[in-house]
C-alpha cells in the first residue's frame, strides 16, 4: 500500500503564495504520474496539475495556468506545486494523488482514477 505524504498549506491573503509537497512512501509504477487536484465547498473534486515523473511532462488546468507550478526534486522523491497569485477561487482542500502512466494523458488526466490519494490539506485565500 502506497502512503501520500502531504505538507503545505494555510492561509494567505489573495496575491500571496504557498508551495505545497508530496511525497509517496514508496515510488512504484503506480506512482509514476503524480498531482494535485482540489475540492471547494459545495464543487466537485477538479484537477489542478500533473507530472509525470519519468520525463517530467506536466499538465494544468485552466484556472491555474500562469500561476501555478507543478515540479519534483532531482531525486523524483517529493512532488511540488507552487503557488502564486492566489485568488479567493483558489480557496479548496488539495488533495496530493498518484497514478500510473496511463494517468497522465496531456487531454484527459483530469478525468482519470488515480490510485492514491493523501489526506489533504487545507488551502485559505481570504482577500
Known amino acids: 500500500q502506497v502512503e501520500l505524504v502531504e505538507s503545505g498549506g494555510g492561509s494567505v491573503q489573495a496575491g500571496g503564495s504557498l508551495r505545497l509537497s508530496c511525497a509517496p512512501s514508496?515510488?512504484?509504477?503506480?506512482?509514476?504520474?503524480m498531482g494535485w487536484f482540489r475540492q471547494a465547498p459545495g464543487k466537485s473534486r477538479e484537477g489542478v496539475a500533473v507530472?509525470?515523473?519519468?520525463?517530467?511532462?506536466?499538465y494544468y488546468a485552466d484556472a491555474v495556468k500562469g500561476r501555478f507550478t507543478i515540479s519534483q526534486d532531482n531525486a523524483k522523491t517529493t512532488v511540488y506545486l507552487q503557488m502564486n497569485s492566489l485568488k479567493p477561487e483558489d480557496t479548496a482542500i488539495y488533495y496530493c494523488?498518484?497514478?500510473?502512466?496511463?494517468?497522465?494523458?496531456?487531454?484527459?488526466?483530469?478525468?482519470?482514477?488515480?490510485?492514491?490519494w493523501g489526506q489533504g490539506t487545507q488551502v485559505t485565500v481570504s482577500l
Open positions: 494523488a498518484a497514478g500510473t502512466p496511463y494517468e497522465c494523458d496531456s487531454r484527459s488526466w483530469s478525468r482519470k482514477i488515480f490510485g492514491y
Open positions: 514508496t515510488r512504484t509504477d503506480g506512482t509514476r504520474c
Open positions: 507530472v509525470y515523473t519519468n520525463n517530467g511532462n506536466t
